[in-house]
């Protein structure tokens, strides 16, 4: 699948039902459990979203704000597979 197409899927996903507020611009680097975006719990709803959508499994020890706080993280570890 295209990076651009999961990028803007997942920025989607992120402002419209994590943050709640789709019109959030959403940088590529942001911290968005650091910066207070969404909690950790968030993280296992995007893991839950990446797998159904994207059919990408994403273990509970990788769903950490360490390694999934940005959305270039997250696309990375989406096109890992």
Do not use: C, H, W
Request: charged content about 30%; aromatic content about 8%.
């Amino acid at each position: 699948m295209d990076e651009s197409v999961i990028r803007e899927t997942l920025r989607s996903f992120i402002t419209r039902d994590l943050i709640r507020d789709s019109e959030y611009p959403l940088l590529d680097d942001e911290g968005i459990v650091t910066g207070g975006l969404m909690d950790s719990f968030a993280l296992a709803e995007l893991g839950v979203f990446v797998e159904q959508r994207f059919d990408v499994y994403i273990p509970d020890p990788e769903l950490t704000v360490a390694k999934m706080n940005t959305l270039d993280q997250i696309v990375a570890r989406v096109l890992q597979g």
